[in-house]
């Protein structure tokens, strides 16, 4: 089951991109009290509160605030939900939104709850226009993400060292065309 996320979910974000960082799969600055993750933290806080994140451009220093809707997972046993083990954040993107964030609870991993979530958040509002994922390709856990991108619609379009770019097979040609431009990320960049 998801909820929307709000700030009162930020203890929950914080310690799942926090875990996700040691793990490879998030920025590595993440797992530590570093200017940069302060500085993330402080935008996430704010967006949970509002709805929008304020990020800085890194070619040019500006400030620019981008929607980022979020939710949080929390299995349904029986019924009865349990406690928040999941979530996942958007980010507006030129056509519709890119799945820009999600993590699940080490202890809630293996036991089908990813799909379950991954699959959920894709049927929300800005899910049904998340043409592209992005992904850390050194993260310990970016075989089993790139599994279940594939089995929801995705397949991998895009590649550098650092980060893979997961297609849906119904995006719209301009999402395609957007990733397959020249500039867009390719192996060896």
Known sequence: MLRPATVVDLPLFRALIRDGALRGSFDRDFATDSPAASE??????????TGYFVEKDRQTGELSTIAVPGYVYMPDSG???????????????????????????????????????????????????????????????????????????YARANATPQHAWYLRNDAPEQVVLRLNAPGAPRAGR
């Not at 993330?40 to 509160?49: G, K, P, W």
């Not at 036991?111 to 992904?135: I, K, S």
């Open 40 to 49: 993330f933290f402080a935008s996430l806080r704010q967006a949970l509160a």
């Open 79 to 153: 019924g009865a939900a349990q406690r928040p083990t999941g979530f996942g954040l958007f980010k507006a993107a030129a056509v519709g939104y890119e799945l820009w964030l999600t993590g699940i609870d080490a202890g809630s991993r293996g036991q089908g709850y990813g799909h379950a979530m991954l699959a959920e958040l894709l049927r929300t509002p800005p899910g049904r226009t998340a043409y592209v994922v992005r992904v850390e390709v050194s993260g310990q856990d970016s075989a089993t993400i790139d599994h279940l991108l594939v089995a929801l619609g």
